[in-house]
T-cell receptor, first 116, second 114 residues
Framework: AQTVTQSQPEMSVQEAETVTLSCTYD???????LFWYKQPPSRQMILVIR??????QNATENRFSVNFQKAAKSFSLKISDSQLGDAAMYFC?????????????FGGGTRLMVKP | DSGVTQTPKHLITATGQRVTLRCSPR?????VYWYQQSLDQGLQFLIH???????AKGNILERFSAQQFPDLHSELNLSSLELGDSALYFC?????????????FGPGTRLTVL
């Protein structure tokens, strides 16, 4: 079974600064997808960014980018120019691409606080 | 707004009771996934339905059951409720059974068991 680990329960960043959230995963599969979800106080789960394992290029979405290290099974999220609205829980998630079950497996989450 | 709706938003009930949570997927989505978010277990996958058929089961208790109806809405039934069942229950939908298609999450139903 796949596991996802987020080793930082809490992180804080100054507004306008950059922060990196860590995620590692364990899998024996070669085809899979990785995601970062944001959960603000409203509790809504919002997809921030996704990465296909077969793509070598790191995904980028505006101020959000990932550092995908497939051999190391590491998938970190970098938030640049942090804004107050970025304060939330962030979850790293894994999804098999091999039709063995397409559910999301989540890490334990990282609470990000943004200081004005 | 993801396009996925869940009712009710909040539910307060007593131990031993039975409740039904409802989910309407995005228009055109055939897959529905149920997840449970609790303080001690984190976010866990419960069950997946595709076009009315059960496709995968996760850590779903025998007291819990689900189904997906011909109009594609889904219901999660929780019975003999215990204090530990208090959690946020999410439904997510996607337009396929698998692959890389994104799952869109509903706003969740917060269940409190007293």
């Amino acid at each position: 079974a796949q596991t996802v680990t987020q080793s930082q329960p809490e992180m804080s960043v100054q507004e306008a600064e950059t922060v990196t959230l860590s995620c590692t995963y364990d899998t024996s599969e070669s085809d899979y997808y990785l995601f970062w979800y944001k959960q603000p106080p409203s509790r809504q789960m919002i997809l921030v960014i996704r990465q296909e394992a077969y793509k070598q290029q790191n995904a980028t979405e505006n101020r959000f980018s990932v550092n995908f290290q497939k051999a190391a099974k590491s998938f970190s999220l970098k938030i640049s120019d942090s804004q107050l609205g970025d304060a939330a829980m962030y979850f790293c998630a894994y999804r098999s691409g091999e039709n063995a079950g397409n559910m999301l497996t989540f890490g334990g989450g990282t609470r990000l606080m943004v200081k004005p | 707004d993801s396009g996925v709706t869940q009712t009710p938003k909040h539910l307060i009930t007593a131990t031993g009771q039975r409740v039904t949570l409802r989910c309407s997927p995005r228009s055109g989505d055939l897959s529905v996934y149920w997840y449970q978010q609790s303080l001690d277990q984190g976010l866990q996958f419960l069950i997946h339905y595709y076009n009315g058929e059960e496709r995968a089961k996760g850590n779903i208790l025998e007291r819990f059951s689900a189904q997906q109806f011909p109009d594609l809405h889904s219901e999660l039934n929780l019975s003999s409720l215990e204090l530990g069942d208090s959690a946020l229950y999410f439904c997510a939908s996607s337009d396929a059974a698998g692959g890389h298609n994104e799952q869109f999450f509903g706003p969740g139903t917060r269940l409190t068991v007293l």
